[in-house]
Antibody, heavy 116, light 109 residues
Framework: EVQLVESGGGLVQPGGSLRLSCAAS????????MHWVRQAPGKGLVWVSR????????SYADSVKGRFTISRDNAKNTLYLQMNSLRAEDTAVYYC?????????WGQGTLVTVSS | EIVLTQSPGTLSLSPGERATLSCRAS???????LAWYQQKPGQAPRLLIY???SRATGIPDRFSGSGSGTDFTLTISRLEPEDFAVYYC??????????FGPGTKVDIK
């Protein structure tokens, strides 16, 4: 069974940092592109970042470029999102999703709250 | 960058009725790269349709997708109680990642 489990969310002050993790199981993690997608409270889905299967190529939404870094450890079957210089508008549930052109499987999400 | 527009914003229907949800793109989208998701409160999105018309694993056949170019449709042939949710369309290809529509909420009339 494919499972994606996010962790690392929490309350952080503006300007602070957090690292999210997404632990994958039930499939060959190293064969798949992965994405981070976020959803602010009561709002729609917004793509954040993606990484290719071997980690050699990454892309970011303009809103997070230069502040967030996506990475992966294929030996540990884990996806990461390092979030720096956090702003109030980064407050959201962050989901990891597996896939190239669509998200075939999603984690349950982890809530990030940026507030003083 | 392609912008997706979904209509209506809210669809109020009764169980057993047919639901027709629209997703329009500002430019032509490859059918291979158009997907639909269902999201219930407090849950992650669930993939329903990919490639505009292919049902994902385990999705009931009352869900169907169609369309091409700039106009795509998700149809739920007969609404079941568990189908009341928010539905998002998503495309890939015009930008480095996913582009989502704003969603259509299907609620109980």
């Amino acid at each position: 069974e494919v499972q994606l489990v996010e962790s690392g969310g929490g309350l952080v002050q503006p300007g602070g940092s957090l690292r999210l993790s997404c632990a994958a199981s039930g499939f060959t993690f190293s064969s798949y592109w992965m994405h981070w997608v976020r959803q602010a409270p009561g709002k729609g889905l917004v793509w954040v970042s993606r990484i290719n299967s071997d980690g050699s190529s990454t892309s970011y939404a303009d809103s997070v470029k230069g502040r967030f870094t996506i990475s992966r450890d294929n030996a540990k079957n884990t996806l990461y999102l390092q979030m720096n210089s956090l702003r109030a508008e980064d407050t959201a549930v962050y989901y990891c999703a597996r896939g190239y052109s669509y998200g075939s499987y999603w984690g349950q999400g982890t809530l990030v709250t940026v507030s003083s | 960058e392609i912008v997706l527009t979904q209509s209506p914003g809210t669809l109020s229907l009764s169980p057993g009725e047919r639901a027709t949800l629209s997703c329009r793109a500002s430019q032509s989208v490859s059918s291979s790269y158009l997907a639909w998701y269902q999201q219930k409160p407090g849950q992650a999105p669930r993939l329903l349709i990919y490639g505009a018309s292919s049902r994902a694993t385990g999705i009931p056949d009352r869900f169907s997708g169609s369309g091409s170019g700039t106009d795509f449709t998700l149809t739920i042939s007969r609404l079941e109680p568990e189908d009341f949710a928010v539905y998002y369309c998503q495309q890939y290809g015009s930008s480095p990642g996913f582009t989502f529509g704003p969603g259509t909420k299907v609620d109980i009339k």
